[in-house]
């Protein structure tokens, strides 16, 4: 088994990972577990898949009132 391997088996075991390397989380971001380095990373993550939700359903035309 691979050094890699390993690293992410044991991350997956761990209660608490950081989402983008697998080290053990010192914080969530919205929920989300996180290490210090990649706090900003969790975020941008978070923000592009919220983005990417609401274009899809068209959210992102104006919505205007019918008289």
Do not use: F
């Given at each position: ?19 983008i ?11 989300e ?34 008289n």
């Amino acid at each position: 088994m691979k050094a890699k391997e390993k690293s992410a088996e044991k991350a997956a075991k761990s209660p608490s990972v950081c989402v983008i390397c697998g080290k053990p989380a010192t914080r969530a971001v919205d929920g989300e577990p996180s290490c210090e380095d990649h706090v900003e990373l969790v975020y941008e993550d978070q923000l592009e898949d919220y983005t990417q939700h609401h274009l899809a359903d068209e959210e992102w035309l104006e919505k205007t009132e019918k008289n």
